[in-house]
């Protein structure tokens, strides 16, 4: 279960308290295929331009359940330029659950530097192309490569991409909020139109393939309302949109509503 500490607390009541002036939310749920879970994701658009999208993770993955709730504030409506990020939950079955609040202190043309504050696992790679950040139950200055996106902004940035192949690529390092690393070299692609299933009704959609090193490639359906209504990670994890209630209702029994 999600702990309720205190630097979460505030974290979240000062990002939300900024947004009183909110000109647009939205809320979308997602059903697991399977029955396993759902993902949740509202954003909120101010008069300011700025953006904060709220994403919601209550699922199984293979024997894995992952249950944590993120929060990013960015400068603009694209979603690309975060300012803060906000993260508690269960990750891993084996760990604790973790907490951070991360905010950017500046932009340079060589990256952007950010403080962080919190505890979370101290994951281990060989992986030259990982930058890994951060020791556990710590506080730090980091900086970041140029164009790295939070990982859960790119549900909400796939569906504003162009639908033709020449223009539909959008390249980006990624930052992994639930282990703190970023993975370089990142890439979505437009493949095209294709016919897709959705609960039981056909329908025409856009589809787009996110690849990286040393990942399984994720895809995603949009359609012509420049909606996400389907999304496979790791070739494997299938979620469509649905209502509040079939996302809750095809959830596991001990998941509840907060």
């Known amino acids: 279960m999600k702990r309720n500490l205190p630097l979460l607390l505030i974290a979240f009541v000062l990002i939300f308290s900024s947004f009183s002036d909110e000109k647009k939310s939205k809320i979308t749920w997602f059903k697991s295929a399977s029955g396993e879970g759902y993902i949740s994701m509202e954003r909120i658009d101010n008069e300011n331009a700025q953006s904060i999208l709220k994403t919601t993770v209550n699922s199984y993955?293979?024997?894995?359940?992952?249950?944590?709730?993120?929060?990013?504030?960015?400068?603009?409506?694209?979603?690309?330029?975060?300012?803060?990020i906000v993260f508690n939950g269960t990750i891993d079955s084996n760990m604790e659950p973790v907490e951070y609040l991360g905010e950017r202190l500046k932009t340079k043309k060589s990256g952007t530097f950010w403080s962080f504050h919190g505890n979370f696992k101290n994951e281990i790679t060989n992986d030259p192309e990982v930058n890994q950040f951060l020791a556990p139950n710590h506080s730090a200055v980091i900086k970041m490569p140029v164009a790295t996106i939070p990982s859960f902004n790119v549900w909400a940035i796939v569906s504003e991409l162009p639908f033709n192949k020449t223009e539909g690529t959008f390249r980006f390092n990624s930052l992994d909020?639930?282990?703190?690393?970023?993975?370089?070299?990142?890439?979505?692609?437009?493949?095209?139109?294709?016919v897709a299933d959705i609960d039981g009704e056909k329908q025409t959609l856009h589809k787009f393939v996110h690849q990286g090193k040393r990942m399984k490639p994720a895809y995603y359906w949009v359609n012509n309302d420049r909606e996400l209504v389907k999304f496979i990670l790791d070739e494997e994890f299938e979620f469509v949109v649905s209502t509040k209630e079939e996302a809750l209702g095809r959830s596991m029994a001990t998941i509840t509503d907060d």
């Open 61 to 84: 993955f293979g024997n894995e359940k992952l249950d944590f709730t993120t929060v990013t504030v960015t400068d603009s409506k694209k979603l690309a330029n975060a300012s803060k």
């Open 177 to 194: 909020e639930t282990k703190l690393y970023v993975k370089k070299g990142q890439v979505i692609s437009y493949v095209g139109e294709e």
